[in-house]
């Protein structure tokens, strides 16, 4: 009996099409899109994008003045804070508690609304869920579908669907598991995600100011959803260097409220 023949490790060399980070000596990062024959330029002179392609992350590729760039693929929140966008995103520090707070799961059918250029609804599918996009605007629905298909391709493609549509005339899936909302009113939406979410379904959504969370709060006490939470997360990173430890002088404060609530039989 012959061993089965094991595939070999994937090949992860940078190839023509594939998004990169350059990073120089001060370690500003730089999102590059990778094209045969394309040239990245800086005031340090610039890097033929053919000395990146068939290097793997971590090589240092040189500027035609010297100056040193060390490759690796973006990370989602590397992608988020640098990709094109036409409308303000979602911070990183606030996508990870929602999809906390939403309790996504692989398979999870989410309804968003207010998608801008699409950040949350990649952090939502890198998580597994089948989403189901609402946006008004048709510029913000191509920019967030092009964001997409650039960071993760058809591996999340296949599972996003956006319409140009209003979230306040009404929501027309059924047995959601999740509504998630990034609108200046939601609590217009509260009536249809009650009747578009299953018993047991979440609803969660970010707003700019307290004003906006009390009046979704107040909404939901009319509502059949309990359980309703609201928090405001705040990044404060640390400078440590030797015996200089301390906080650093800035810090990712205020960004936007996330309040959440679970639907109950009525």
Not at 45 to 58: K, L, R, T
Not at 194 to 214: D, M, R, S
């Amino acid at each position: 009996m012959t061993d089965a023949i094991r595939p070999g490790p994937p090949d992860r060399s940078f190839k023509a099409d594939d998004e990169i980070l350059l990073i120089d000596r001060k370690k500003r990062r730089y999102l590059v899109t990778l094209t045969e024959g394309g040239e990245f330029h800086t005031h340090s002179g610039f890097v033929p994008h053919d000395a990146v392609i068939g290097q793997v992350e971590g090589a240092v590729v040189r500027s035609t003045r010297g100056a040193t760039f060390t490759t690796f693929r973006p990370t989602l929140s590397d992608f988020v804070l640098k990709m094109p966008r036409g409308a303000q995103v979602i911070y990183p520090k606030d996508l990870g508690p929602i999809l906390m707070l939403a309790d996504i799961f692989p398979g999870a059918r989410v309804l968003e609304s207010g998608i801008g250029s699409g950040a949350l609804s990649m952090t939502l599918l890198r998580a597994g869920a089948e989403v189901t996009g609402y946006e008004l605007r048709g510029d913000f629905a191509a920019r967030a579908q092009k964001n997409v298909a650039t960071f993760g391709g058809t591996s999340l493609t296949d599972h996003y669907t956006v319409h140009e549509r209003d979230c306040y005339d009404g929501i027309d899936e059924q047995e959601l598991d999740r509504v998630v909302l990034d609108l200046p009113e939601p609590w217009l939406v509260v009536p249809h995600a009650e009747k578009a979410l299953h018993p047991g379904g979440i609803i969660v959504a970010y707003t700019p100011t307290i004003i906006q969370a009390v009046q979704f709060r107040e909404r939901l006490v009319a509502s059949d959803f309990e359980l309703a939470e609201t928090i405001e997360v705040l990044h404060r990173g640390w400078n440590i260097d030797g015996t200089s430890v301390r906080p650093d002088h800035r810090m990712v404060a205020h960004t936007g409220f996330l309040s959440h609530a679970r639907l109950l039989p009525g």
